[in-house]
């Protein structure tokens, strides 16, 4: 389950694999920012959307490029915003919540890293009003999804409130 990519770096990172990413970087440093040639994903692209912290930070570390759009004119930050919940996790959260509080414990846990892997993407000098194809910010999507952890975040680094999306 998941995406599959055409560029192994991307993969590698999608799948929070440092060792094949050192390797292939090893090999060829210009595959830091390659795109993919499907959807235009970038290595921190691939690491952001599955949330891979340490992938994140290390492709940060090589200097790999924020400002980078794919196909769907996203960047990074836009797929940091838009790390939620999966089913998975909202099943373990209701099944667990009242067992000893293990639910909340996970939803803390959840919650902890995508305001970490936030932090490291607005560390960077990413465009934090970049649009996608549809109008959205990394703001827009954090609030569709009410991620009420991520807003001050954004909004601390100027995040525009009148930008308007395909909607409205």
């Known amino acids: 389950m998941g ?4 560029e192994p770096i991307c993969q590698a990172a999608y799948d929070n694999n440092l060792q094949k990413v050192y390797h292939i970087l090893k090999e060829d440093a210009k595959t ?5 040639e499907e959807s235009g994903d970038t290595p921190i692209i691939a ?15 090589l200097k790999a490029d924020v400002a980078i759009k794919n196909k769907k004119q996203r960047t990074c930050l836009h ?3 838009k790390r939620t919940f ?5 099943l373990m959260i209701t099944i667990l919540m009242p067992i000893l ?4 414990l996970i939803l803390e846990d ?8 936030m932090n490291l993407v607005l560390s960077t000098k990413v465009e ?37 999306n395909k909607v409205g």
């Open 86 to 90: 999966s089913f998975l996790d909202y």
């Open 79 to 81: 797929y940091a915003a």
């Open 110 to 117: 959840k919650q902890r890293k995508n305001v970490k892997l």
């Open 32 to 36: 830091l920012n390659v795109q993919d």
């Open 47 to 61: 690491a952001c959307r599955r949330g891979n912290i340490r992938m994140v930070k290390y492709l940060l570390d």
């Open 128 to 164: 934090v009003d970049a649009v996608d194809y549809q109008g959205n910010t990394g703001l827009h999507y954090v609030c569709q999804r009410k991620s009420h952890r991520l807003v001050p975040l954004l909004l601390e680094k100027k995040a525009d409130v009148s930008i308007k």
């Open 101 to 104: 509080l293990i639910g909340y």
């Open 3 to 6: 995406i599959v990519y055409s």
